[in-house]
């Protein structure tokens, strides 16, 4: 009798750990696909997107003349991050383009 009660005893927590650790690894992926596919479906001016580089870059060049190194690096970092938005962008509608990308 207490054979069969120790080993149900482990397959329960061998079971509830399972659960445990399987449960949140499933709950997290929808969000995540979700995220995905709002992000996709986002859509990028090309134009109007480089006119923001190039005025956040003269920005920065102004702050840089006056003093504001701290402001003038934001305003570079924010221009790169535009761009790689922008490339990234540029290259995900290359790739669409393609039949078979890769």
């Known amino acids: ?13 061998i079971a509830g750990g399972f659960l445990v650790t399987s449960v949140p690894a499933h709950a997290a992926s929808p969000a995540g696909g979700g995220a995905v596919v709002a992000k996709a479906a986002t ?8 006119q923001q580089i190039a005025r956040l870059r003269t920005k920065a060049a102004q702050l840089r003349r006056l003093g504001e190194d701290a402001a003038a690096r ?3 970092s924010q221009a790169a991050a535009l761009q790689k938005r922008l490339d990234a962008c540029q290259k995900a509608e290359r790739e669409q383009s393609k039949p078979f990308p890769g």
């Open 74 to 76: 934001r305003a570079l």
């Open 1 to 13: 009798m207490t054979k069969r009660l120790s080993a149900l005893a482990v397959s329960a927590i």
């Open 43 to 50: 859509r990028c001016d090309p134009r109007e997107m480089r």
